[in-house]
């Protein structure tokens, strides 16, 4: 297998370009490890207290904020 050289230098803006997106990407990954952490080891505190709990504010606004935020870090991660 051959390899071409490149006809033209990179440019210092691509390669900006390119170390930031990996930056974007490690920082996504991440946050979606950070997350996924907090959610497992809060998931038994959620089974006894809120699934027996009964419905209101508070148990939308937990749920709420507990699942949209998984949501949109599962999107950030996967590029939607």
């Known amino acids: 297998m051959m390899i071409y050289a ?3 230098p990179i440019s210092e803006d691509i390669i ?3 170390h930031f997106n990996q ?3 490690y920082v996504y990954l991440s946050s979606l ?3 996924l952490h907090f959610y497992v080891s809060t998931l038994d505190n959620e ?3 809120m699934w027996k709990a009964r419905f209101g504010m508070g148990k ?3 749920y709420s904020l ?3 935020t998984l949501l949109v870090i ?3 991660n996967i590029g939607l």
Do not use: C
Request: charged share 10%; proline share 0%; net charge neutral.
């Open 47 to 49: 089974i006894s207290l």
């Open 60 to 62: 939308f606004l937990f």
């Open 66 to 68: 507990r699942y949209l």
């Open 16 to 18: 900006e370009y390119i």
């Open 74 to 76: 599962v999107f950030m």
């Open 33 to 35: 490890v950070i997350y």
């Open 6 to 8: 490149l006809s033209q």
């Open 23 to 25: 930056l974007a990407t």
